[in-house]
């Protein structure tokens, strides 16, 4: 009986511990996101502080981050259940937007296209690097999703929106446009160096780890800067889809992919928490930037990646809730 009693205890005080560690991650998040919103509210650094800021952590911080953590993980990390997972739920979130919107909301394909993407296409490249470091434990965990999201999600989204759009594809900008991200190189280069088992001269380490140390606190800080002075769901023509997109994002593709990693792949544990986090991250910044670029459903990308960001961070603490 005292036997029973200390495992419950021991039971409930290692998942305190978990819970605890999780609220702690997020509350450093949540103050850098608060001071960025302080920044841009103040206008410390100009109108273009934050665009600045991202383009900085997208170009240099955060694949300096992706390569030095990849090339010292278990190549076994990049190919586990957890992406396979992750990356079907992203499939089959968007493939239900899909059929809903061509039965319900009737829109042109272009447009359904951003919805679709707004409604499975994650942020892996801003929000979810700082979620993996500090909720999940490791960068490591992003890339298998970050890669599949690059190198094929991308890809067919800017073809059809190439052809609905132009009329026309652009097959030079669909094959280059996962090449000149350096997201997407530095995860490579990472993972090469991993699977041959190379060891970074130190100099070359410690360069890319100074680097990659300022990609977390530099995309929380624009992601704040980025929520002063931009109100949703303003545009009545377009908030049935955003409201769909989002829940779909935040919602739908996190019970998928926790039912895909439990009873698919049999994922338990802390690696079961990683496949529904990733999940439930917001949708990325990249569809907006399709949407504007083709000039079709600007709005339904602007406003789902404004409300599926402020809600992926409730969404997420549930699943630390229910999962640690």
């Not at 280069?189 to 041959?196: R, S, W």
């Not at 606190?217 to 002063?228: D, I, K, R, T, Y």
């Not at 990683?274 to 949708?283: D, E, G, I, R």
């Not at 809600?311 to 229910?322: E, Q």
Request: glycine residues 8%.
């Amino acid at each position: 009986m005292r036997e029973a009693a200390r495992s419950g205890i021991r039971w409930y005080t290692n998942r305190l511990v978990r819970v605890l560690g999780v609220l702690t991650g997020f509350g450093i998040i949540a103050f850098v996101i608060a001071v960025g919103y302080g920044v841009g509210r103040v206008g410390v650094g100009g109108p273009q502080a934050g665009y600045v800021l991202n383009r900085i952590a997208f170009f240099i911080t955060n694949p300096a981050l992706l390569f030095t953590v990849l090339a010292k993980e278990d190549i076994r990390t990049v190919v586990s259940g957890v992406g396979l997972a992750a990356n079907i739920a992203a499939v089959i979130a968007g493939l239900v937007f899909l059929v809903l919107s061509r039965l319900f909301f009737r829109r042109p394909a272009a447009r359904t296209t951003i919805g679709v993407l707004a409604s499975s296409y994650s942020n892996f490249n801003n929000i979810g690097i700082p979620v993996a470091v500090y909720v999940l434990g490791s960068p490591a965990y992003i890339a298998p999703v970050l890669l599949v999201q690059l190198i094929v999600f991308a890809p067919i989204a800017l073809t059809v929106l190439d052809v609905t759009s132009r009329g026309r594809v652009s097959l030079r900008d669909i094959l280059l446009n996962p090449v000149r991200n350096p997201m997407i190189i530095a995860s490579v280069a990472g993972v090469v160096v991993a699977a041959f088992g190379w060891t970074l001269p130190d100099v070359v380490d410690s360069a890319f780890t100074l680097l990659g140390g300022a990609a977390v606190p530099l995309v929380l800080m624009a992601f704040g800067m980025s929520l002063h002075g931009s109100p949703p769901l303003k545009a009545v023509g377009a908030r049935a889809e955003v409201i769909v997109a989002t829940v779909f994002k935040v919602v739908l593709m996190p019970l998928i992919g926790w039912a895909l990693a439990r009873y698919g792949f049999h994922v338990t544990g802390h690696q079961l928490f990683v496949t529904v986090v990733l999940c439930a991250l917001p949708a990325a910044q990249n569809v907006y930037n399709f949407a504007a670029r083709y000039e079709r459903g600007e709005i339904v990308a602007r406003d789902a990646v404004l409300l599926s960001t402020i809600l992926s961070v409730p969404a997420v603490f549930v699943v630390a809730l229910l999962l640690t």
